[in-house]
């Protein structure tokens, strides 16, 4: 029975320890934006500095 006893303290101590990090989360902004990040992925980046995007490499045989 002391094993059960230990096991139920255990796992309060575990609930209260990821309740007190989502409650954490929460006053810190962390759940304030949640479409742009997924809309991110589908946005196209520039292009880097300095290369031309239609341009081929020199070495680039055409079919």
Known sequence: ???????????LGVA?????GFIW?????QFED???PSLRVLADD?????VAS???PPNAKSS
Do not use: W
């Not at 029975?1 to 796992?11: H, N, Q």
């Open 34 to 36: 949640t479409s742009t």
């Open 46 to 50: 520039p292009p880097p500095a300095g």
């Open 54 to 56: 239609n341009t081929r």
């Open 1 to 11: 029975m002391s094993v059960l006893l230990i096991l139920i303290l255990a796992s």
């Open 16 to 20: 209260l320890l990821f309740l007190a």
């Open 25 to 29: 989360a929460v006053r810190s902004g």
